[in-house]
């Protein structure tokens, strides 16, 4: 074995590792989350083009549910021939919805906030926030959950008056965001434990 490729495998070893600290997902599941994703594509982008007079900036909603289809499509592809482990596949689609929704949530809520808009970016944070909490530990989909929560809240506090309807519904969304983040990161994982149980 060369130097060289025992570097490689170190540090596919080190990035498993890092893989397995916060995802506990298998193909079957990774399957499920990525047909789910890939199924929620269209009826989404239908939801922001619907709400383009209450949502600036849609066309860059529109186009990042895009850009999620195309890297979905490529992880079903390198799911389905083994050419990713399930957590490396949970770890890089989490990563890119996370990314492109915190892109564009920001740009979204404030244009909002200038014309008095109630924007309609909040339906998406619990659609990630289950997806992600599906494969996850449960520390780590509950973290997430309060995590992506104190964004959405934190932008609605900063660019919303008092009087505002977004800032009104505010406790209601983030109660609602962090409950079903932990509900789900327990049933999950009472399931995963039920299963490998049976086994």
Same mark, same amino acid.
């Given at each position: 074995?060369?130097?060289?490729?025992?570097?490689?495998?170190?540090?596919? @070893?080190?990035?498993?590792?890092?893989?397995?600290?916060?995802?506990? *997902?298998?193909?079957?599941?990774?399957?499920?989350?990525?047909?789910?994703? !890939?199924?929620?594509?269209?009826?989404?982008?239908?939801?922001?083009?619907?709400?383009?007079?209450?949502?600036?900036?849609?066309?860059? +909603?529109?186009?990042?549910?895009?850009?999620?289809? /195309?890297?979905?499509?490529?992880?079903?592809?390198?799911?389905? &021939?083994?050419?990713? *482990?399930?957590?490396?596949? +949970?770890?890089?689609?989490?990563? +890119?919805?996370?990314?492109?929704?915190?892109?564009?949530?920001?740009?979204?809520?404030?244009?909002?906030?200038?014309?008095?808009?109630? @924007?309609?970016?909040?339906?998406?944070?619990?659609?990630?926030?289950?997806?992600?909490?599906?494969?996850?530990?449960?520390? *780590?989909?509950? +973290?997430?959950?309060?995590? !992506? %929560?104190?964004?959405? @809240?934190? &932008?609605? #506090?900063?660019?919303?008056?008092? /009087?505002? &309807?977004?800032?009104?519904?505010?406790?209601?969304?983030?109660?609602?965001?962090? #409950?079903?983040?932990?509900?789900?990161? %327990? #049933?999950?994982?009472?399931?995963?434990?039920?299963?490998?149980?049976?086994?």
């Amino acid at each position: 074995m060369t130097s060289t490729q025992s570097t490689e495998q170190q540090r596919n @070893s080190y990035i498993d590792r890092f893989d397995a600290r916060f995802f506990a *997902t298998s193909p079957q599941l990774e399957r499920g989350a990525i047909t789910f994703r !890939l199924i929620a594509a269209l009826p989404l982008a239908i939801l922001m083009y619907s709400s383009r007079d209450r949502l600036p900036y849609w066309e860059y +909603a529109i186009g990042t549910i895009a850009i999620i289809f /195309a890297v979905n499509l490529w992880l079903r592809y390198s799911n389905n &021939h083994r050419r990713i *482990t399930p957590n490396r596949s +949970a770890l890089i689609g989490s990563g +890119a919805d996370t990314l492109l929704l915190l892109l564009v949530s920001n740009l979204a809520i404030r244009a909002s906030a200038e014309i008095s808009s109630t @924007s309609e970016m909040w339906l998406v944070f619990p659609l990630v926030i289950l997806v992600f909490v599906y494969r996850a530990k449960p520390i *780590t989909g509950i +973290a997430y959950s309060v995590l !992506l %929560t104190a964004w959405y @809240s934190a &932008h609605i #506090l900063l660019f919303f008056g008092s /009087a505002d &309807h977004a800032m009104t519904e505010l406790p209601i969304r983030a109660t609602f965001f962090v #409950l079903m983040g932990g509900l789900a990161s %327990t #049933l999950t994982n009472s399931l995963r434990q039920s299963g490998s149980d049976q086994e």
